[in-house]
């Protein structure tokens, strides 16, 4: 009885923790000469993105972590990514502060261990239709920290990851 219970419990919370609406993935894998590469996961939780990552390959420190405007990775150096994914024209910043692209996510930042985890509920960008909308956009790791004050991208440096926002 007492396993039927825990089985019930578990079906439950599950459920309860499980998506609102859609969900996507993104696995990003090194630039030419880099080893940095992690799987991501995005679910729509009713106006805002909740957004998951496992990285790998990292130097340790902190990086610039953004959501681009192009899901094209196939240059070797990341470029074909484009520029940060900003459909509603405001200046790169701080995604804690209001005025910023909507592709600027917080920093990542990697351990001694060259490994880093990812966890944020992003607004102004979704998994539905309209402007803010993710799907097949790129995600990129950026070598250096992002300064969120330099205009357009915050000085992050080169691009050592990318990876393409799929519907799950």
Do not use: W, Y
Request: net charge negative; hydrophobic share 40%; charged share 15%.
């Amino acid at each position: 009885m007492r396993q039927l219970l825990v089985l019930a419990f578990s079906v439950l919370f599950l459920t309860a923790c499980a998506a609102k609406g859609p969900v996507a993935e993104s696995m990003l894998q090194p630039t030419k000469g880099n080893t940095a590469a992690g799987t991501m996961t995005f679910a729509q939780q009713d106006d805002k993105v909740l957004i998951r990552g496992q990285f790998t390959g990292l130097t340790p420190g902190a990086h610039g972590f953004h959501i681009h405007d192009k899901g094209d990775c196939s240059a070797p150096d990341g470029t074909s990514a484009g520029g940060h994914f900003n459909p509603f024209a405001k200046h790169h910043g701080d995604p804690a502060r209001p005025d910023h692209h909507a592709g600027d996510l917080p920093m990542l930042v990697a351990g001694a261990d060259g490994q880093a985890r990812f966890e944020a509920l992003m607004d102004g960008i979704s998994l539905e239709v309209g402007p803010g909308n993710i799907l097949g956009r790129g995600v990129v790791i950026h070598a250096q920290p992002d300064d969120f004050t330099t205009q357009p991208a915050g000085n992050s440096g080169p691009r050592v990851a990318c990876g393409v926002i799929t519907a799950k």
